[in-house]
């Protein structure tokens, strides 16, 4: 077994490093705080190719594995997680989604500016009554020949605001249930579309969420994804790569919160030594950095089973469940350990443990996790 990264996942694993700590970490608590989207950050994330990470070349993407994908979000999210969902969104959801099963037309249309960055995506599959159970879609997406009519609110949209392409799941047909759903793609601007206003979030502050509304909204025929039908399949395959995403995103809270405690412990001083000289906080660390390098193999093992063709939803499922719980724990740790000035925001621990909070939630609960993890297992 060989655990070592390649040149050139090292390079890619090292360009985010240092794009986090030179172009993130300024200005975060600000943005957290303001709910202010990272315009100018996103600019030059898409320039160093983090948009469209394993994206073919030939649609303007960067042509990497899932392990490289994984290592830039786990970087990114050492420091910014809001930034960092941004990029899993458009590249886990929306550019894979696309290049996996969308027409060559799709492609040229609408990938080659996804990938680039020069637009982003969101992926739209939430709704007030349908979050875990998905199927319970109430967006209608009526065949009318030429074209669908779809109507309908989603909810909990990630870059809803500033995405310029949309990934939206419907009902076609009632009857058909989930075999009846449709996945169409949703330009804004498009006539009776309409974005709801923004969500004032606990965490990842800075990543903009809005629920969408559709009224009438005229999309063409050739702006579903795959075969009629295959909507609900869609969302499902995508989701099973976007946990990889999130799996890595939430590792990266965790990896960020504990370098920070580290540190804090070597530096802050109480009964006249170094707090890590106390054996609670050392143990702590301990427990904290174990966790972390098995959320980390759990999560570059589903990379890896992605990147050689075999199955990842349990996998996948397993390291999302593991590095979010993982994520919340060791931040809630990172937080004890700075005492008061854990409760601060200068010293960036409370963000991460705020921002740890939505690995649990979106892309499927850990409950949700737990569903397809012991379905998986029983199955034998
Ligand atoms: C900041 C943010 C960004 C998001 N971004 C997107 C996005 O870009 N696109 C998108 O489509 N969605 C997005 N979501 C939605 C997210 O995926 C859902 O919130 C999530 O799937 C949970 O759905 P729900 O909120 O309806 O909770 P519910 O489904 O109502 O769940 C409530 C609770 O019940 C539990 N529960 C439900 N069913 C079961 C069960 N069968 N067994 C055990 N427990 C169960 C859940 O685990 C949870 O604890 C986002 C959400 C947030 C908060």
New binding site residues.
Partial sequence: MDFTLTEEQLMVQQAARDFAQNELLAGIIERDDAQQFPTEQVKKMAELGFLGMMVDSKYGGSGLDTLSYVLVMEELSKIDASSSVIVS?NNSLVCWGLEAFGSEAQKEKYLTKLATGEIIG?????EPEA???ATSQKTTALDKGDHYILNGT?N???NGNSAEVYLVIAQTDIEKGHKGINAVIVEKGMEGFEIGPK?N?MG?RS?D?HSLIFNDVKVPKENRIGEDGFGFKFAMKTLAGGRIGIAAQALGIAAGAYELALKYSKERKAFGTEIANHQSVAFKLADMHTKIQAARHLVYKAAWDKDNGNNYDLSGAMAKLYAAETAMEVATEAVQIHGGNGFVKEYHVERLMRDAK?TQ????????QK?VISRSILKG
């Fill in positions: 969104v969101a992926f739209c599959l939430s979050g875990s159970d989603k909990w949209i990630t969500e979030k990842i990543s969420t939505i939630i979106y892309e499927g609960t850990s409950e949700i569903i």
